[in-house]
């Protein structure tokens, strides 16, 4: 059994100059995860006995990220030494001495690779019996790549790094996708052997492949049957490009397991997603993060959610939603925007150009229009009139409403907090509720109308207003 062990590295040590940007190359996220997380989820099902991440540049922040969602990993770090060469020297160097299998070496910056293709990458390899196995690709454009460079035979005899590769290599179109399998016996022995020399003064892993069929060893070289599954980020061109074959793949997921996407061009669903049958997405829709949409719902157009779960039938217009619930058959938008902590309750509403925020509104309330309501929590059965506003913060702290189950309430209604309303209670237009009311009462905030007659024509004479007004006074003479 031991030809059957595997240890996967994955290298995430370096600066990504070309990124030109302060955040590490492998923590730019495609699909809500960052690269390097796309890398790590895939080796997570390959079954392997160890997985390390080799880290140096941004060491701590991109520690700080393992630790949290791939918390398995084992971290290696790199010394000042430049190169995958020596990046995979300290990984082995970690690795138990008695380990006799196979190493898969995965790049932190190409995040397309499937479980399936890398399955049948360590499959070829054993299947040749090879000491090193390559895993390419055939490019229109080889620019900025490693070419494979084969003998008469059809063999790999090398890899040349594009920057030290003469003009009939560079002019070569296959490409090592930087993802190798070796026979880790041979890996350590070899490893010893290279140098930096070479125009970036870098100990390359590419030089192991050299030296490999110096001593007749075994290499073989898989070409990748999907040109898309070696793509790496190298800069944020090829950032958006790897982000785009990424969407595509994940909204062709959703579509074969019966969800209608209306528009795939322009609707983006994160890996984390997860949606059920007959869920409909509209045009210009992001599912974000870990929502999860149920059947029958209909999200969009121009509507973002983020770790959001929506209820079935639900249906959400033009809003953005984060850490959000929606109940069943509810509907939102058009033109919400709904903050963390907002529940809303089966059948409920949220309508036009209303914001919430740390709320629960029950089964069957609405909140139709032009309201914010924050710290809130209203029972069922609920109508708030337009312009509803809970008045929840007093400079210092955060204060809480309570509205009860079956309340009315008039137009532009100012709750200022902690107030709490009772069941079956009404409120009058323009009320400022600053005290409790009781079930069943009606609030008003009143006072009396009082009509300054010939106010305009007096105190603003000249103007259209006071002629008109002299107009209208005339004719009722």
């Not at 019996?129 to 005899?157: E, H, K, M």
């Not at 022995?189 to 930096?196: A, G």
């Not at 050299?210 to 061109?237: C, H, K, M, S, Y």
């Amino acid at each position: 059994m031991t030809e059957n062990r595997l240890a996967i590295i994955v290298l995430a040590a370096g600066q990504g100059t070309r990124m030109k940007s302060r955040l590490p190359k492998v923590l730019h996220p495609i699909a809500g995860r960052p690269l390097v997380g796309h890398v790590l989820t895939t080796a997570s099902h390959l079954g392997a006995e160890h997985i390390e991440v080799v880290v140096r540049h941004e060491r701590d922040r991109v520690v700080e990220v393992l630790s949290q969602s791939y918390p398995d990993a084992v971290i290696v770090d790199q010394d000042d030494i430049p190169g995958t060469g020596r990046a995979v020297q300290v990984a082995i160097d970690a690795l138990p001495a008695d380990f006799s299998g196979d190493v898969l070496v995965l790049s932190g910056d190409v995040p397309l690779l499937e479980a399936g293709t890398l399955q049948a990458l360590v499959d070829a390899h054993r299947s040749a019996a090879a000491s090193a196995t390559v895993l390419s690709a055939l490019l229109d454009d080889p620019s900025g790549y490693g070419r494979v460079i084969r003998d008469d035979s059809g063999t790999v005899a090398r890899i040349v790094e594009q920057k030290d590769a003469t003009a009939d290599e560079a002019a070569v179109n296959e490409i090592n996708s930087g993802v190798y399998v070796f026979r880790a016996a041979s890996l350590r022995t070899f490893l010893t052997k290279i140098d930096q020399d070479n125009a970036q003064g870098e100990l390359y892993l590419t030089d192991v492949i050299g030296l490999l069929r110096e001593a007749q060893e075994t290499v073989a070289a898989e070409i990748a049957a999907d040109t898309a599954a070696t793509f790496g980020v190298n800069d944020r061109v090829q950032l958006a490009e790897a982000g785009r074959v990424l969407n595509d793949r994940i909204v062709r997921r959703w579509q074969r397991e019966g969800v209608t996407v209306v528009d795939p061009a322009t609707t983006w669903i994160d890996d984390d997603a997860k949606l059920a049958p007959d869920v409909t997405l509209m045009p210009n829709t992001y599912i974000a993060g870990a929502t999860v949409v149920e059947s029958g719902a209909v999200i969009g157009p121009d509507t973002s959610l983020l770790d959001c779960e929506v209820g079935e039938n639900a249906v959400i217009r033009r809003s953005d939603a984060t850490l959000a619930v929606i109940g069943a058959g509810a509907t939102v938008g058009p033109f919400a925007y709904i903050r963390p902590g907002t529940v809303l309750g089966e059948k409920g509403k949220i309508g036009t150009f209303v914001e919430t925020k740390n709320s629960q509104i029950g089964a069957g309330s609405k909140v139709p229009h032009l309201s914010y309501i924050g710290d809130t929590t209203i029972g069922e059965r609920v109508n708030l009139g337009a312009g509803a506003i809970t008045a929840n913060y007093d400079d210092i702290v955060k204060h809480r409403t309570e509205i009860g189950d079956e309340v009315h309430t008039g137009s532009h209604n100012v709750f200022v907090a902690p107030v709490r309303i009772g069941d079956g209670a009404k409120t009058g237009a323009g009320a400022v509720v600053r005290k409790d009311v009781p079930a069943g009462a009606l609030a008003l905030s009143v006072a009396p109308q009082r009509n300054v007659e010939g106010w305009v024509e007096k105190n603003r004479a000249g103007t259209g207003a006071a002629e008109a007004a002299s107009r209208a006074s005339r004719t009722e003479k």
